[in-house]
């Protein structure tokens, strides 16, 4: 999540209508006032959203945290010493908010919204009235709904503040336990081994990142973690926390693993109580229905970040729980448009990417995993190519695995494991999907080759390249 | 370039037509025999191509050298003692290229074509009899054209051989001149400022890659080479190489240079010479002209790699002296159509990126320079983007310029110099290009954010609303 205040009228997308309209028909400038709730990427997104849109705006950004400035992404990469320490994760005062014209309330929580009368109803400040009111409350980590989850060492990694006390408790932390392989609990583990502690992960799928990504991409990264130490115990279920006040152990369908520290990374659901109780519809995922303007079913309420439901762009089932980068363009959109201007945000084609074990796993739309789950047919392209010219230093493997749509061959899916080049891959494989390049399109493109930076094959290339040759030797191109 | 030999029926793309034309009407196998000129990434290229598209034929390949099976992109990052040595080059054997069927005569010059008879005269060979001809020449560089041109310690870097050669006599060199800031002439000032050598850069234009780069885009590469203790001497004739039998000093517009050796890095024209006296239409670069299948204007007769001209995708302008990387493609192309299969080369889109002092320079299509050297019109979008979390250990900047057509905003061309991810942005953008994505496509692209291996915001992505917001400003969107 990035926390930089906007520039007014610096990088919002805003239209010369948006400008004029917050001008009456006889001139006078009519005050605005909008309120936020939340204070993460898709809080302060908004926030900059709106006074891009309309400078003379206020904006009251109420969170219930101590700050909002800094990156939470960054937390998991502190506590395995990646990065040196939490300040650095800090990115902006909170002067900086000030003098944006962004009035942020700290450890402040709304307790009800009235959509009727326009107002938010604040734990000590009373009823405050709203033009334009937009949620984004973010997420919170599914219950794990096991017996021993009021045990004190139970660490669910979010709050900056909490991070750095966590932080001092694993420097006496001998074995720990990571409670489901998902995006966080995948980078907690990694993270957990680098530094050094014994680390377990438990996780109730045949493999890591079990409902995303494909076993096959995550075989390396599950081969990487055995040599940093960690044990893995896939197709296990939770059953408990166990202990006399503090965690000791933790239950599992395989059987007690002792412990002094758990990361209860269970999967993220959208924090939307609020939302619901005010009469907003909620979706099939838990998450806040949003228009292509970030509207809720409730005019002049809008919604952004991880509260909220988008749709797959190409088979248009709901997600939630997309990255910060998701939540910051969806605060953007939904900002601008609370401050009278008009902004779209598209359904999504989510281009992923993280660092996992020793390797950086990777993909956009979605893998074999999914399409099969989703029941929608495919064809493959694979290989196993390399980041650089075979003899250059540092040379890394990079296996692109390409899903297409038998017939047209157009691209739906693709998911990459590998050690350099995987996120700018991602980014443009989905930008691939969404405008249905196919094989054919990816088989003839030209790259660069130059020894330091990249193979005579690009491996995208190649694994085109390889699904139309499977196709013609099965006789069906 | 690569020179691994193809498996028959591997990833050359071969129609099921071709794969039967090779039968007579009476079913009985007619023999096919294709010679290749050239041993370097378009003739190995074409010989796998035609063994793909046509296992039995006869394939012979004439090249003057005394290998084929390695890569002289490599050569520069050996002198920079990057790559600890040759050996690391070599990538096949010469029996690899026996057992693939591929017969290649080495050290054996080609003397005369002729077409009509479906002969070549080969010195000490005699005249050759083929049914399809492929020249893959490749380049030599321009003549410099000044006196001195023939005293020793001039190195024309090609040969593997004679860098191995060259590199020993770098060990006593205190003081080179590169003459010219072509690719090459970048690669080599880097690489020779590396090895601790004292290094002079003479070139005519105002910076270096003066007509492909643009000055913004090289000034980090121009400050990362004074670092480096380069001096750069631009807008420099050279006027003569000085000395008695060996070269002592190059003289230029701005007086001598002492110097022990010189690397002649003038820029590369087509090695056509053979072609054009068989009687092949040349066109306005020297490059042998072909159609999309890589034939020449001599029916049976083909060409690929850097003695031919391929059209800029946009501009329809021919280009000659492309990349490895094209060479092998084309040679693929060509050799595929000799053995009767069908395949064709498109024009091209460019992705190009190279090491530059401490820099990674790359793009796409072209830049300003270019632009305005033909008179296209453009406007410009650019950002000054990071490559990780700015917190995160490592983070680079990248910096994204883009330019696109006025009206329509579809890209025309991008040009990128930073730290990591260039490669990759180079070839996403050359298919940005090719696709007719616009600002507004690239305004709203989706992007990884995980901080270790992508920031935020994408650079493309802020570089594309930098240009909105300015054509904005200007009233012209």
Known sequence: MVVIPERPGGSGVTSARAAASYESDEGFRVPHKTVII?????????????????????????????????????????????????????????????????????????????????????????????????????????????????????????????????????????????????????????????????????????????????????????????????????????????????????????????????????????NARLAADAGLKIGTTGGVIVDERMQTSVPGVYAAGDCTEIPHGLTRVPLQGLTGSHAYAQGKTAGTNAGGGDRKYKAVYVPWGTPAGKWIIGGASFGETTATALGIPYVLGQAQGISRARYYPDVKPVKVKLLAEPGSLRLIGAQIVGGEGIKERADFLAMAVKHGFTFHDLATMENVYSPAIGALNEPIVVAATNGLDELRKAGKL
């Open 38 to 270: 939340g204070g993460g990427a898709a809080g302060l997104g908004a926030a900059g959203g709106v006074k891009a849109a309309r400078p003379d705006a206020e904006v009251v950004v109420y969170t219930e945290y101590e700050d909002v400035a800094y990156s939470p992404c960054g937390i998991p990469y502190v506590h395995g010493k990646e990065i040196s320490d939490f300040d650095k994760l800090f990115l902006a005062s909170k002067e900086q908010y000030v003098e944006a014209g962004i009035d942020v309330h700290y450890e402040t929580t709304v307790a009800k919204v009235d959509t009727a009368a326009r107002k938010v109803h604040v734990d000590g400040e009373g009823a405050v009235a709203y033009d334009t009111l937009i949620f984004a409350t973010g997420f919170e980590y599914a219950d794990p709904g096991v017996p021993g989850s009021d045990l004190d060492g139970l660490y669910y990694v979010k709050n900056i503040r909490r991070a750095m006390e966590w932080d001092r408790v694993l420097d006496s932390v001998k074995k720990a336990v990571v409670v489901e392989a998902t995006p966080l609990g995948v980078e907690m583990t990694t993270s957990l081994a680098h530094r050094g502690i014994e680390t377990h992960l438990v996780d109730p799928h045949s493999w890591p990142l079990g409902e995303m990504a494909d076993p096959d991409i995550m075989a390396p990264v599950e081969e990487s973690w055995r040599e940093l130490g960690v044990t893995s115990h896939f197709n296990t279920e939770l059953r408990g926390f166990v202990g006399q006040g503090h965690v000791t152990a933790v239950s599992t369908s395989d059987g007690e693993i002792p412990c002094d520290l758990v990361v209860v990374a269970t999967h993220k659901v959208a």
